[in-house]
């Protein structure tokens, strides 16, 4: 076998919780990689990371205050495709679900697939599956939209306050200089405004925080959208509106509906 291509790369997924979401699959990767990167920010998750491989080293290290992150999910890929070049069994761990708010494991795996490495995806229990647990969602009732808070504010999104609209990364609402690890009151306060366009200021909202660690209390918070701006906001603070509206019928397609369940009656006649 050619050396060069002896390489392999797994992106997997440890969950949110410490310990309680890693699935066998993403474990025996890790456990049998030669090499582990460590996509976690917990110094106490990197330590249990180092208690299943000798050699996890942290992709944390590329971020810093006011350099692009766009420049540092480079380094990250860089640093993990080097290793996957020079033939080795490369992990990637990371929190949740490595596929979602994750630039690095996607190209990362795109980039190693393209020369010719075999690359694969091991899912994890990403923040939305413990969002949903933890608040009691189920988003068949009513419809669910999710953004990236920013994302959300830089386009014109059409969103349905009849069903959940759910915010990621509103901790860094607002910016595009892709520098910063937090925006401020300033920033919320645009966001807002431009949920008040469909959402009274009143409306209650839910201000959202998964457990990292088996002691931490899931963070469940409700306020007004008003109180949005001073509250108490993180980089891993996620924004929950409940509907504020009931779901309009559509009286049309209802109609169309009906008139084919006839002609079928009919033709069974």
């Not at 999910?73 to 996957?84: F, H, P």
């Not at 190209?107 to 697939?113: C, P, T, W, Y």
């Not at 608040?135 to 939209?145: N, T, V, Y």
């Not at 959402?199 to 209650?204: A, K, Q, S, T």
């Amino acid at each position: 076998m050619n050396l060069s291509h002896s390489g392999s790369l797994a992106c997997v997924g440890i969950g949110m919780t410490l310990g309680a979401h890693i699935c066998p699959l993403a474990k025996s990767y890790i456990e049998q990689a030669d090499v582990v990167f460590s996509g976690v920010s917990n110094g106490i998750v990197e330590l249990w990371l180092q208690e299943m491989h000798s050699d996890v080293r942290s992709l944390q290290v590329y971020y810093s205050e006011g350099k692009s992150r766009h420049i540092t999910y480079r380094e990250m890929v860089d640093a993990m495709l080097t290793e996957v070049r020079a033939g080795k069994k490369v992990v990637g761990a990371f929190y949740g679900h490595p596929g979602v708010f994750a630039h690095a494991p996607h190209k990362s795996i795109e980039l190693a697939k393209a020369e010719g490495f075999d690359a694969v995806m091991v899912p994890g229990i990403s923040a939305e599956d413990c969002l949903i647990a933890d608040l009691g969602i189920d988003p068949g009732k009513f419809g669910c939209q999710q953004f990236e808070a920013s994302q959300f504010m830089f386009y014109q999104r059409r969103f349905d306050p009849s069903c959940y609209l759910v915010l990621w990364q509103i901790g860094l609402a607002g910016d595009k200089s892709m520098a910063k690890f937090a925006t401020g009151a300033a920033h919320r306060q645009v966001l807002i405004e431009l949920l008040a366009e469909q959402y009274p200021l009143d409306h209650e909202v839910i201000l959202y925080e998964a457990a990292v660690l088996p002691i931490d209390t899931v963070r469940k918070q409700t306020l007004t959208l008003s109180a949005l701006a001073d509250a108490e906001i993180f980089m891993h603070t996620t924004l929950v509106i409940p509907p504020s509206q009931k779901m309009q019928p559509n009286h049309q397609v209802l109609e169309r509906l009906k008139q084919i369940e006839r002609q079928l009656e009919e033709a069974a006649v």
